[in-house]
């Protein structure tokens, strides 16, 4: 079945560092979407990639979908104590169904 | 606006036992999901459904049965719970369609298995 792999597992930086997640699928995907949770809550929706070699900006934030559509890339420029929580991406396949599959997320903390 | 609800939010339980949990979404959205949430495993999908009266397994089904006689509802039941079953529990709802397919995730039930 499909797999989506997440590095790093952790991350800790200093404040106004900059962070990046990385995620790999072992098949090729409709579109990739990511997701954020805060310590003690739950995943929130910020983004879904859906173009070969998109790239989307959200203020400090930047996704980037691979060329072949199986991997994925988020960017924290200048990090902020707000960015604490775990990034999961989550794939969805090239047949494009509803079901989603989560990377294993990547917990960021963030050393002020 | 309630959105998307979970209950219970807190669950200790027996090995044996039978356990509901209940998910409920006043979007009317066709889509529904059942996630468990485990250090080192993120997000696996247990059931999903697209509409009432339609199920399908997931990632990891086993010991787990899901319903949904209602677009609103879906019910996740642990038919005899396991110690392996202890873990949070996240339901998941989404509109459906290429425009609309992100999904919205209740609060979470965190269940233990005694």
């Known amino acids: 079945g499909q797999q989506v792999m997440q590095i790093p597992q952790y991350q800790h930086v200093q404040e106004g560092e900059d962070f990046t997640t990385y995620c790999n699928s072992s098949?090729?995907?409709?579109?990739i979407q990511w997701y954020k949770q805060r310590p003690g809550g739950h995943p929130v929706f910020l983004i879904q990639?859906?173009?070969?070699?998109e790239v989307k900006k959200q203020k400090r934030l930047t996704f980037q979908f691979g060329e072949a559509k199986k991997n994925s890339s988020l960017h924290i420029t200048a990090t902020q104590t707000t960015d604490v929580g775990t990034y999961f991406c989550a794939g969805r396949g090239a047949f494009g169904n509803e079901k989603l599959t989560f990377g294993t997320g990547t917990r960021l903390t963030i050393i002020p | 606006d309630a959105g998307i609800t979970q209950s219970p939010r807190y669950k200790i339980t027996e090995t044996g036992r039978q356990v509901t949990l209940m998910c409920h979404q006043t979007?009317?959205?066709?889509?529904m999901f059942w996630y468990r949430q485990d250090l080192g495993h993120g997000l696996r999908l247990i059931y999903y459904s697209a509409a009432a009266d339609i199920t399908d397994k997931g990632e990891v089904p086993d010991g787990y049965v899901v319903s949904r006689s209602k677009t609103e509802n879906f019910p996740l039941t642990l038919e005899s719970a396991t110690r392996s079953q202890t873990s949070v529990y996240f339901c998941a709802s989404s509109a459906g369609g290429r425009a609309n397919n992100e999904q919205f995730f209740g609060p979470g039930t965190r269940l233990t298995v005694l």
């Open positions: 098949t090729t995907l409709s579109n």
């Open positions: 990639l859906v173009k070969s070699g």
């Open positions: 979007w009317s959205h066709s889509y």
